[in-house]
Structure formats: structure tokens, C-alpha cells
């Protein structure tokens, strides 16, 4: 379990690569990754705060969660803080796994849990304002389904 | 114990930590107490199902008690990924 | 879209990183990598036969049937033929999408149904052994959620 | 027509691929012919529930006619990913 947070921008291939390597044998990778998009307006910089120690428990104790359930042989979460320009990466989740279907899932149990409760939050700032986005209904729904 | 807050609540309370003196026995008593203090914790906590509460760390509810805690934290729903 | 059968080797990382550069304001990036297992009696090689010209119509019809369904806004898929070593990368997709789950969704999809609609044929060849991998039901069950 | 084999059909048939003259109206009646003629297509054929097969590189199925298609082709259940 490789669980890293961070201000340092990250290079997902590399990432990809690395984490491959430390799953051999697992047959099926699956990765995801989170971009900062444009937004209407403009974005100069997309502010993410998080919860220091907290964030750490939050996303082991998740990984965790992720591993016993879908059996997986290896599990990895980077999630950046601080200012971030447009097309930068946020953060990247892969599982490895013999068979596709646990990798799949773990994955997206993975970003589910992590996006209503690991401690982080986005403020979105252009030229003429600066919101923090809200959470929607529907990231809280997706618990359900597991 | 510890306060601490996050995003628009550290925003609109001013500050991102404070050490509060009380006798409150849950979350909930801990948040009256506050919001009597000052109209800036007033605001903040005017609706409190848009907020969430860890105690040391933890997701917790507002009904949780107090005692043993030492960390509380309060912020908006979480917006992480 | 981008489509590649070749028996040449790749690398993941850099094809998931030139992926999502060209899929600029996504947001949501998922891949799935396929790689050759260990078997009992030690693999020699896995030997991938598939069918020129049927090959790159079923995964351009697939990848366009993802496209449609899920809205993405870029798709990859990768097949090597030809013959592999344990731990050599098999195959890769990837898609980007504005919603994650979308992307992930997207990334299943193409993997059930190029696992039971694509023609290729894998062939485990170890010292004493060479046996043609059996499809599984639970493969073809898989398309039935979709 | 052409008619292709792949995999394990290959192996059995014993080639790739060949030129068959036939009136045969569907698949099925197409792989009576080929069964008729000696036994390694009559193994090859022996359970068609395990094979699959595709007409001018597209999938079909043994009920399917044969007029105006150029290559027949016959395999097992794939295994790709």
C-alpha cells in the first residue's frame, strides 16, 4: 500500500510504471487520475486544503477497506494540496489485482470514499472571484452502492 | 481542547485553530457555545447540515459527546479527488 | 480515437501520460492494463494469435460504441500480438471523461467487450505444456449488464 | 469462398486458411461439407457450441446465409484483454 500526500506535482506514468512493477503478478492494473479542468471565466489556480494527519488516516484507512474487499495485491493514492494551474494533475488511485473486475471496483470504491471523506477541499479562483466548490448529492449517493 | 476549522468555515470563523475553554457536553452544546460568542460564529455555523464535525480525526456527528476529545474540527462537506 | 493492434512492446507510462495530454479538459482519466501472468509449471511464453483485419474493425466498433454511451471525450486501446514473456504489458485502454464515472464505466464497458468480442486467441506455453486459454462464462455474462 | 481457422481450430484443420468451392446455402450447410470430407474437420466441427464464427469479418452465427459473403471464418470464443 503506497498512500502519499503531497505538494509536489507527479508524473501518472511514471506512477503507472512504478506501481506495475511493484505489483507482479497481478495480471490487471486499473488507474485513475484527476486533472483540474478549466472553468467559465477562466482558471488562474485551483486552491486545494486539506486536514494534515487526518488526510493520511482518511485515505490508509480507505486503502485498507479497498484491499480487504476486493482482494487486491496492491493498492497506491496520491492526492496533492496547494495551488494548482489548469491541466495539472490532483491525484491518481491504481489497483492491481488477478482479474479485472476486482480491479475495476476497488478503483472506483477507492475514489467514492475518497471524494466524501478524505478531508480535502477545492476553491476555484479566476480573475474575478474565488469559490470553493461545493459538494454534490450525487458523490454521496455513489456510497450507497457499495 | 482544540478547534480547528477548514475551507469557507476557517473563512468566515477568521482563523484556522483556537484553543477553547468548556464544559459542553456534545458537539452540539460546543457549537450553541460559539455561536453565542460572536456574530462571525454565528454565520458560520447558521446551518450546521452543511457542515461536517471530526472528533481527533475522526467523522463524527453532532451529537457525539465531548469527553476524552481533544481535536475538533468543523468544515464543509469534502471535495477531494 | 486511438486504436493500435501491433506486436510491438509498449510503455504504459508514457502512453498515459501523450493520452491525457491529448485529452485536455477531461478531468477524469481511467486505464486498465492487461499483463502476462505466471502459470503453474512456469510460462515460457504466451503466444497471441488474432485475426488482421477483424481485429481493428471490432475494437474501433467497440471503442465507438464507449464513445457514444458514455460521452467520452477520448479513448485509447492498445493490443499486442504475437509472442510475450510473464510480466510483459498485453494490452491497455484508457478513457477521459468530464465525470469519473463515466470513465470508469467507459473503461469497463471496452474491456467486457473486447475480452468476448475482439478476436484474439492466447496460447500458455510452458516446458512440458502449450493449451489455449478457455473463455470463461463469466465473461460472456459480463456483457449482459451493459 | 475463403475459409479461415484460427487457434486450436487451426491447429486441428491443420491450416490457416484455403479456397472451398461450395453451394452451401448457410454456415451449417457449409460445415456438413467440410465434415464430410475427412476427419480432422470432422473434429475440428465436432461441438459447433464451441465454436464461433464470423462472415466477411464480422460476427454471425450457424444459421446465417451464405450468399454474397467472401470469407468465412471459424475459431473459439475468444480470449483477448
Not at chain 1, 484491499?67 to 491525484?91: C, Y
Amino acid at each position: 500500500m503506497d498512500i502519499r500526500v503531497q505538494e509536489a506535482a507527479f508524473d501518472a506514468g511514471a506512477e503507472l510504471n512504478a506501481f506495475t512493477n511493484a505489483a507482479q503478478g497481478a495480471g490487471a492494473i486499473v488507474s485513475f487520475s484527476g486533472i483540474v479542468r478549466d472553468v467559465a471565466g477562466g482558471l488562474n489556480t485551483m486552491t486545494i486544503e486539506h486536514y494534515p494527519g487526518m488526510t493520511e488516516k482518511a485515505l490508509t484507512d480507505i486503502a485498507k477497506q479497498a484491499t480487504d474487499r476486493f482482494d487486491l495485491a496492491h493498492v497506491m493514492v496520491i492526492h496533492r494540496f496547494g495551488d494548482l494551474g489548469p491541466d495539472e494533475q490532483i491525484m491518481m488511485v491504481a489497483t492491481a489485482s488477478r482479474h479485472r473486475k476486482a480491479a475495476f471496483e476497488g478503483a472506483a470504491f477507492l475514489m467514492d470514499y475518497l471524494k466524501s471523506r478524505a478531508p480535502f477541499w477545492k476553491k476555484e479562483i479566476t480573475q474575478t472571484s474565488a469559490d470553493w466548490v461545493e459538494s454534490k448529492a450525487q458523490d454521496e449517493d455513489a456510497l450507497s452502492r457499495w | 481542547m482544540d478547534v480547528v476549522y477548514f475551507a469557507w468555515v476557517r473563512e468566515r470563523i477568521g482563523l484556522p485553530r483556537e484553543t477553547v475553554e468548556t464544559q459542553a457536553e456534545t458537539v452540539a452544546d460546543l457549537v450553541a457555545e460559539l455561536r453565542a460568542r460572536e456574530a462571525r460564529y454565528d454565520a458560520a455555523f447558521e446551518d450546521v447540515s452543511a457542515l461536517r464535525v471530526a472528533l481527533d480525526q475522526e467523522l463524527s456527528d453532532f451529537d457525539a459527546p465531548l469527553k476524552g476529545v481533544r481535536e475538533v474540527a468543523f468544515f464543509p462537506p469534502m471535495t477531494g479527488g
